[in-house]
Each structure stands twice: as structure tokens, then as C-alpha cells.
């Protein structure tokens, strides 16, 4: 089965880290770039962090940057969003998506615009952190 599956979500206090991960099946995520986003209740999808499927490079949403950290390990086909000092206000689902095109991906993360387009999209995982 071809899919994109979003793990490490939960509970956590405010100040605290959690490391979501977003594993592929059925294709190779190594030759597509990939991004996370965010969806909180009655807000819109949030393009927060990005990675490259050539040379590794990353971009963040201001909201998210010094403090969320993405990554990939093309072995275990998997990309990774270490998030740390969590704030309430990072209460969301998380999604990830993959897409051969990486300037796809910057035109969410850096320039606010709509996600669309992307050839993947994980089913999400929750992120609550508490005060």
C-alpha cells in the first residue's frame, strides 16, 4: 500500500519536546521533498517546516523556527520534526506531505500561501500541549 503515516503525536506541557515522524510506504521518500503543516480547530492549515529532496535544505515558518527542528534518514525512509519548547498554541493536528517540487512546499512554509498540489498527504497525529 502506497501511504505516508505521521507518528510520535500526544500530551505534553508547555516547555516540553516531542519528535513527530512521517514514514513512507510503497515509495521511495528520498526523492521527494517533504513538509509538515498544522491544522488547529476553526484555523486554517499552517505550513510550518519544510526539508529538500536534493541537498537537505530546510525552511520554517516564523512561528515555529528556533524552536522546531526537521530532518530526514533517507534509510529508514522516514522525515522527522523534532519540536521543542512547546507552547499551548502549538495545539494542532500535524500532517505531513511529500512532492517532487520543493519551491511547492516554500510557497507555504515562507510565503503563507495554500498547500495544494502535493502528491502525499499523511492522515495526521495530535499535538496537545497543556499549560
Known amino acids: 500500500q502506497v501511504q505516508l503515516v505521521e507518528s510520535g503525536g500526544g500530551l505534553v506541557q508547555a516547555g516540553g519536546s516531542l519528535r513527530l515522524s512521517c514514514t513512507a510506504s510503497g515509495f521511495t521518500l528520498q526523492y521527494y521533498a517533504v513538509g509538515w503543516f498544522r491544522q488547529a480547530p476553526g484555523k486554517e492549515r499552517e505550513g510550518i517546516a519544510c526539508v529538500n529532496n536534493d541537498d537537505g535544505g530546510t525552511d520554517y515558518a516564523d512561528s515555529v523556527k528556533g524552536r522546531f527542528t526537521i530532518s530526514r534518514n533517507n534509510a529508514e525512509n522516514t522525515v522527522y520534526l523534532q519540536m521543542d519548547s512547546l507552547k499551548p498554541e502549538d495545539t494542532a493536528v500535524y500532517y505531513c506531505?511529500?512532492?517532487?517540487?520543493?519551491?511547492?512546499?516554500?510557497?507555504?512554509?515562507?510565503?503563507?500561501?495554500?498547500?495544494?498540489?502535493?502528491?502525499?498527504w499523511g492522515k495526521g497525529t495530535q499535538v496537545t500541549v497543556s499549560s
Open positions: 506531505a511529500a512532492d517532487p517540487s520543493f519551491r511547492r512546499f516554500q510557497s507555504s512554509v515562507v510565503g503563507g500561501g495554500k498547500a495544494y498540489g502535493m502528491d502525499y
